[in-house]
């Protein structure tokens, strides 16, 4: 089974950025759609955006223009920059693959105050 490791989260100020990490054990992301998911207290998981192995990326409305979803095959690893954060972003991040059952890691919690 693989395993996902999500890192690179914190307290922040409205309007500032963070970079998460997801880091697997097996070599996934030029094989797989990976998907960056949040959960915020109180909701529902819910996916933040994709990115195919060809690298093609898909984002949310809600985060679009502030978001970029990254692989960077040599190091085996996949990135989200989030940039100009709001108060709303703040959850517990998540990356995991897409259409295929995969355990969860522990995520990171991203917190944004106003």
């Known amino acids: 089974q693989v395993h996902l490791v999500e890192s690179g989260g914190g307290l922040v100020q409205d309007g500032g950025s963070l970079r998460l990490s997801c880091a697997a054990s097996?070599?996934?992301?030029?094989?797989?759609?990976m998907g960056w998911y949040r959960q915020a207290p109180g909701k529902e998981r819910e996916l933040v955006g994709f990115i195919t192995a060809g690298g093609k990326t898909v984002l949310i409305t809600t985060v679009e223009g502030r978001f970029t979803i990254s692989t960077d095959i040599a190091n085996n690893a996949m990135y989200l920059q989030m940039n100009n954060l709001k108060p709303e972003d703040t959850a517990v991040y998540y990356c995991n693959i897409i259409g295929k059952q995969t355990p969860w890691g522990q995520g990171t919690q991203v917190t944004v105050s106003s």
């Open positions: 097996e070599r996934i992301f030029s094989t797989y759609t």
